[in-house]
């Protein structure tokens, strides 16, 4: 058996006349962070829920820690954990009894069960607030305590359906760190996420999927190469220099630049040398300029690219509420 | 095939499925301390018919007040041990389903049946804590029970085994039917007959042929006319096997209906 931490073959799953998932084709090896990525309605949700043995697919086949959904579910669920949408924690019970409560769900003995979740709050800072009612926590310390409540058992592969949605970017990013944590201790986790800087943060492997099919899969930067070259950005120093640098640019590359604002050109190139050949170019002409770059698309490109639907607003920055 | 390391060594002795029901009974609880709302409820409603039909048929029909509180409070106890809570009981366990920590609990190892059995264990204890309080009002208005303390422990115990076994229709409409307003409408269109058609007020021989007929029939009936004869120290006829056979059917198919409908659940 191939030491996968999940494997889907052609899953689908209908919904009276909606297709949620048409054909799903995953392979995750063990210990890596798969980001699943797609607008709302693609059809992750319902991955996440017939992966946990919560959903049963139509068609198909779909492994998680080497056990079979449908055929074998109870040994499924328990290598599994499940962090929502929305924080499934108990809001009025204290944090500690929320873990204490699943840990003796698992069969850990009473002392274990407490030892094992004062073992979690530390880890997740939350030691002081375990004594409290969950009700008063938080958004970000909510999140905190739901990936600790999925720890209690040591599962071997975790889901986590948008783990950061409406936190503010500071604690995201302690967020992201406790994610990659996991993956650093060999469980194997599936994200789903619509900010593409979260996908890009934290996943080995990113799968796009849309209208319940994957329609592009790979690392980041494989994907960002799958949608096409490099661009190459110029912003000069006088703007009344912008025609003449323009000209450069169509000249070496044979194509127009695209003009944004505040002087900036853009314009894809092909061969390897397009660069060097702008750079001799533009020093010929001397034309001054104030920023030069060569780079990969945005992941947010990469989305418009393969899916034909606008990019997503690449990260919240919105406080929570 | 090796065998999974998780399983592990259990020192405990209870059955998993009895162990983690009563874990999640115990979270409900946890809640009912914060929100005493269903055992008000179990306590309110019957209080209110005792004081009723004790102003309103107390001289009437038994000719002395204190004679007929001997015959009403029976019944007024198997209705707060769980006939006044059973819309809640279905109302509650829908909306818990629709929150993320069901989810949760469904992708944990767990039977299927744990936090069905851990929410209906928990009313119970909410039922128990409607019929003491009841229980005492009962007596500040007069009630004796002439039967002794274990025919009257036997009687609640009865009212509450009922109540329980009552408990997983309105369960089953809880976890079958999609929304909170559905199962609240059809628990109270089930229970409204059971609850209304039955010998709490007068005893089924005094009532027209129809309703009568009903009111016989009525396995609630069965179990205030078998609370009454325990409480009494009266003959029970087999108000009590009727009403234990009333149980073990209802709790037989509505159970595992529910269980295997909560097990469906998308």
Redesign the interface.
């Given at each position: 058996m191939a030491d996968y931490g999940l494997e889907t073959h052609e899953l689908a799953k209908r919904f009276g006349r909606t297709t949620a998932l048409d054909g799903v084709d995953l392979a995750l090896p063990r210990g890596q962070v798969l980001g699943l990525l797609g607008p709302n309605g693609a059809g992750k949700t319902t991955l996440i829920?017939i992966l946990?043995?919560?959903?049963?697919p139509d068609a198909g086949t779909a492994r998680v820690a080497g056990h079979d959904v449908t055929r074998q579910p109870?040994?499924v669920?328990?290598?599994?954990?499940?962090s929502?949408?929305?924080?499934?924690?108990?809001e009025?019970?204290d944090g500690r009894?929320n873990l204490i409560?699943?840990g003796?769900?698992?069969?850990?003995?009473r002392r274990d069960a407490a030892r094992r979740a004062d073992e979690l709050l530390a880890r997740f800072g939350l030691t002081e607030a375990g004594t409290r009612r969950v009700a008063t926590y938080s958004g970000g310390m909510r999140r905190r305590l739901d990936l600790a409540?999925s720890l209690v058992?040591r599962p071997r592969v975790v889901f986590l359906d948008e783990p950061s949605a409406g936190l503010d970017p500071g604690k995201r990013e302690e967020l992201w760190q406790m994610i990659r944590d996991l993956g650093a201790e060999g469980v194997t986790v599936l994200l789903t996420t619509q900010y593409l800087e979260e996908a890009d943060a934290l996943a080995d492997t990113i799968v796009v999927i849309d209208h319940g099919r994957v329609v592009a899969a790979g690392t980041p930067p494989e994907l960002k190469r799958q949608v096409g070259g490099h661009t190459v950005t110029v912003r000069v120093s006088d703007p009344a220099a912008a025609g003449r640098a323009a000209a450069v640019l169509a000249g070496v590359t044979g194509r127009e630049p695209e003009r944004s604002a505040r002087h900036q050109l853009a314009v894809p190139v092909t061969r390897d040398d397009d660069l060097v050949r702008i750079t001799a170019q533009l020093h010929r002409e001397a034309v001054e300029v104030s920023e030069l770059s060569l780079r990969l698309p945005s992941l947010d490109e990469v989305f418009l690219a393969l899916t034909h639907t606008p990019a997503i607003v690449p990260a919240p920055q919105r406080p929570q509420s | 095939m090796t065998t999974?390391t998780?399983v592990?060594a259990?020192?405990?002795r209870s059955p998993?499925w009895l162990?983690?029901s009563l874990?999640?009974a115990?979270?409900s609880l946890?809640?009912t301390s914060?929100?005493p709302g269903t055992v008000v409820n179990g306590v309110v409603t019957p209080a209110l018919f005792l004081v009723l039909f004790l102003s309103l048929f107390g001289n009437a029909l038994a000719g002395a007040t204190s004679d007929y509180l001997q015959y009403l409070f029976p019944g007024i106890l198997v209705m707060g041990a769980g006939l006044t809570g059973l819309v809640s009981t279905g109302t509650n366990i829908n909306i818990d389903l629709k929150?993320?920590?069901t989810?949760?609990?469904?992708?944990?190892?767990?039977s299927r049946l744990?936090p069905l059995l851990g929410s209906v264990l928990a009313d119970i204890v909410r039922y128990l804590a409607a019929v003491a309080i009841l229980y005492l009002i009962g007596t500040a208005l007069g009630f004796r029970s002439d039967g002794g303390l274990a025919p009257a422990l036997a009687a609640i115990g009865l009212a509450v085994l009922f109540g329980f076994c009552l408990s997983w229709i309105t369960v089953f409409l809880g976890v079958a039917l999609k929304s909170a307003e559905a199962v609240l409408a059809f628990s109270f269109l089930t229970f409204l007959p059971l609850q209304l058609g039955t010998s709490l007020a007068t005893p089924a021989a005094g009532l027209p042929g129809w309703l009568q007929a009903w009111v016989t029939l009525n396995p609630v009936t069965a179990a205030m006319d078998a609370c009454r004869a325990l409480l009494n120290g009266t003959p029970a006829g087999d108000s009590i096997t009727t009403t234990l056979i009333w149980c073990a059917a209802i709790f037989l198919v509505f159970c595992p209906l529910a269980v295997s409908a909560y097990g469906r659940r998308?």
């Amino acid at each position: 058996m191939a030491d996968y931490g999940l494997e889907t073959h052609e899953l689908a799953k209908r919904f009276g006349r909606t297709t949620a998932l048409d054909g799903v084709d995953l392979a995750l090896p063990r210990g890596q962070v798969l980001g699943l990525l797609g607008p709302n309605g693609a059809g992750k949700t319902t991955l996440i829920r017939i992966l946990a043995t919560l959903l049963r697919p139509d068609a198909g086949t779909a492994r998680v820690a080497g056990h079979d959904v449908t055929r074998q579910p109870a040994q499924v669920r328990r290598h599994i954990a499940l962090s929502g949408q929305h924080a499934s924690v108990d809001e009025e019970i204290d944090g500690r009894a929320n873990l204490i409560m699943i840990g003796r769900l698992l069969d850990l003995p009473r002392r274990d069960a407490a030892r094992r979740a004062d073992e979690l709050l530390a880890r997740f800072g939350l030691t002081e607030a375990g004594t409290r009612r969950v009700a008063t926590y938080s958004g970000g310390m909510r999140r905190r305590l739901d990936l600790a409540v999925s720890l209690v058992g040591r599962p071997r592969v975790v889901f986590l359906d948008e783990p950061s949605a409406g936190l503010d970017p500071g604690k995201r990013e302690e967020l992201w760190q406790m994610i990659r944590d996991l993956g650093a201790e060999g469980v194997t986790v599936l994200l789903t996420t619509q900010y593409l800087e979260e996908a890009d943060a934290l996943a080995d492997t990113i799968v796009v999927i849309d209208h319940g099919r994957v329609v592009a899969a790979g690392t980041p930067p494989e994907l960002k190469r799958q949608v096409g070259g490099h661009t190459v950005t110029v912003r000069v120093s006088d703007p009344a220099a912008a025609g003449r640098a323009a000209a450069v640019l169509a000249g070496v590359t044979g194509r127009e630049p695209e003009r944004s604002a505040r002087h900036q050109l853009a314009v894809p190139v092909t061969r390897d040398d397009d660069l060097v050949r702008i750079t001799a170019q533009l020093h010929r002409e001397a034309v001054e300029v104030s920023e030069l770059s060569l780079r990969l698309p945005s992941l947010d490109e990469v989305f418009l690219a393969l899916t034909h639907t606008p990019a997503i607003v690449p990260a919240p920055q919105r406080p929570q509420s | 095939m090796t065998t999974p390391t998780h399983v592990l060594a259990s020192p405990h002795r209870s059955p998993r499925w009895l162990r983690h029901s009563l874990v999640l009974a115990r979270r409900s609880l946890a809640k009912t301390s914060r929100n005493p709302g269903t055992v008000v409820n179990g306590v309110v409603t019957p209080a209110l018919f005792l004081v009723l039909f004790l102003s309103l048929f107390g001289n009437a029909l038994a000719g002395a007040t204190s004679d007929y509180l001997q015959y009403l409070f029976p019944g007024i106890l198997v209705m707060g041990a769980g006939l006044t809570g059973l819309v809640s009981t279905g109302t509650n366990i829908n909306i818990d389903l629709k929150n993320g920590v069901t989810d949760r609990f469904r992708s944990l190892p767990i039977s299927r049946l744990a936090p069905l059995l851990g929410s209906v264990l928990a009313d119970i204890v909410r039922y128990l804590a409607a019929v003491a309080i009841l229980y005492l009002i009962g007596t500040a208005l007069g009630f004796r029970s002439d039967g002794g303390l274990a025919p009257a422990l036997a009687a609640i115990g009865l009212a509450v085994l009922f109540g329980f076994c009552l408990s997983w229709i309105t369960v089953f409409l809880g976890v079958a039917l999609k929304s909170a307003e559905a199962v609240l409408a059809f628990s109270f269109l089930t229970f409204l007959p059971l609850q209304l058609g039955t010998s709490l007020a007068t005893p089924a021989a005094g009532l027209p042929g129809w309703l009568q007929a009903w009111v016989t029939l009525n396995p609630v009936t069965a179990a205030m006319d078998a609370c009454r004869a325990l409480l009494n120290g009266t003959p029970a006829g087999d108000s009590i096997t009727t009403t234990l056979i009333w149980c073990a059917a209802i709790f037989l198919v509505f159970c595992p209906l529910a269980v295997s409908a909560y097990g469906r659940r998308e």
